[in-house]
């Protein structure tokens, strides 16, 4: 099993094999900590699509978040999604 920075930097390393700018690296780097140790409260290898989608629900039903911050969020935690179950394109 990998430990959350292992798998922090294997997503670090798919953000840049995309070509994403800088910018966004971070952002996503950023949501999928704040995903992992404030949402999570486990590994994340052991996260699954659940665990995503009660997150997205709950910012956008408790904290009113908006549609475009909750598509961003959406975004990062899909790559970070990936990057766990080995289906990272």
């Given at each position: 099993?990998q430990?959350n920075?292992q798998?922090?930097?294997?997503?670090?390393?798919?953000l840049?094999?995309?070509?994403l700018l800088?910018?966004?690296?971070?952002?996503?780097?950023?949501?999928?900590?704040?995903?992992?140790?404030?949402?999570?409260?486990?590994d994340?290898?052991?996260?699954?699509?659940e665990?995503?989608?009660?997150?997205l629900?709950?910012?956008?039903?408790?904290?009113?978040?908006?549609?475009?911050?909750?598509?961003?969020?959406?975004?990062?935690?899909?790559h970070?999604?990936?990057?766990?179950?080995?289906?990272?394109?």
């Open positions: 099993m430990t920075e798998i922090l930097s294997k997503l670090a390393e798919h840049k094999s995309r070509d800088l910018s966004t690296q971070k952002q996503y780097l950023w949501i999928s900590r704040v995903f992992i140790e404030n949402w999570l409260n486990r994340a290898s052991e996260m699954d699509e665990d995503v989608k009660d997150y629900v709950h910012l956008k039903d408790d904290l009113k978040y908006s549609d475009s911050t909750i598509n961003l969020r959406n975004t990062a935690l899909r970070l999604l990936g990057i766990v179950t080995g289906n990272n394109s």
